[in-house]
């Protein structure tokens, strides 16, 4: 009786995680966090300047050997441009964290041509009110030749509601994409891709700061 009465329990308990564990989905499904492009700025560069500082070496070792001129000079514009990238990474950086990581919570985690959908910005101020607008643009990329350029579509805005909690600042928006407007398409082969962006931008001591999110937009 006992050993029957343990089974049932854990059978109720794994049935109790299951249903737990698909909810935590459902809410992933129904929220999907967004972090900014501008995030990634400064990294990126200094990647990059990591990149030209290494093939800098890698010259200087090869100069040593052979004692070409024209290797060191080589190596000098290598060394001299990872600098420069280290230098203008750290900037962006230190632009980034003016603001902080402003992730963008979407709700749905898929906008809906012709729905509503949801935007709360969460932002690492107490007091933060420079914000009153996001914009929202749909973008088209263009392969001219052997590149590939933006062209703005269409773009409205959004008036942001903000409230001020546990020392840090919260914008929350809505919006409802029109029904004739293209959803994001960035099919490998296609040649008309389209793009969605939230973004907004405000000025603070003399310096423009902007933040923009990638955001996915179904039929």
């Known amino acids: 009786m006992s050993v ?5 329990n854990k059978l109720l308990n794994l049935h109790k995680a299951i249903v737990i564990f698909e909810g935590i989905k459902f809410l992933d499904k129904l929220n999907k966090v967004i972090h900014s492009q501008e995030s990634k700025h400064g990294i990126a560069i200094q990647i990059f300047g990591t990149f030209c500082f290494l093939a800098a070496i890698s010259l200087l070792y090869i100069s040593t050997k052979s004692n070409s001129p024209a290797i060191y000079l080589f190596f000098g514009g290598f060394f001299s441009f990872s600098i420069l990238l ?3 990474g750290a900037y962006q950086k230190r632009k980034f964290y003016k603001l902080g990581k402003t992730p963008l919570t ?4 898929l906008c809906a041509i012709g ?3 949801k935007g709360s910005i969460e932002i690492e101020k107490p007091s933060f009110n420079s914000v ?3 914009t929202i643009t749909l973008w088209q990329r263009k392969r001219v030749g052997d590149e590939s350029r933006n062209d703005k579509v269409w773009e409205s805005s959004a008036t942001t509601k903000i409230s001020h909690v546990n020392c840090k600042t919260i914008l929350d928006f809505s919006f409802t994409i029109p029904h ?3 959803p994001t398409n960035k099919e490998f ?9 939230a973004s907004f931008e405000f000025v603070e001591s003399m310096q423009s700061i902007k933040r923009t999110w990638e955001i996915p ?3």
């Open 180 to 182: 004739d407007k293209k």
């Open 115 to 117: 729905e509503e959908f």
């Open 217 to 219: 937009v179904k039929i």
């Open 106 to 109: 979407l709700t749905p985690s």
């Open 86 to 88: 280290w230098v203008i």
């Open 132 to 134: 009153k607008e996001i």
């Open 189 to 197: 082969f296609s040649e008309n891709k389209y793009f969605w962006e």
């Open 4 to 8: 029957t009465l343990n089974l049932s």
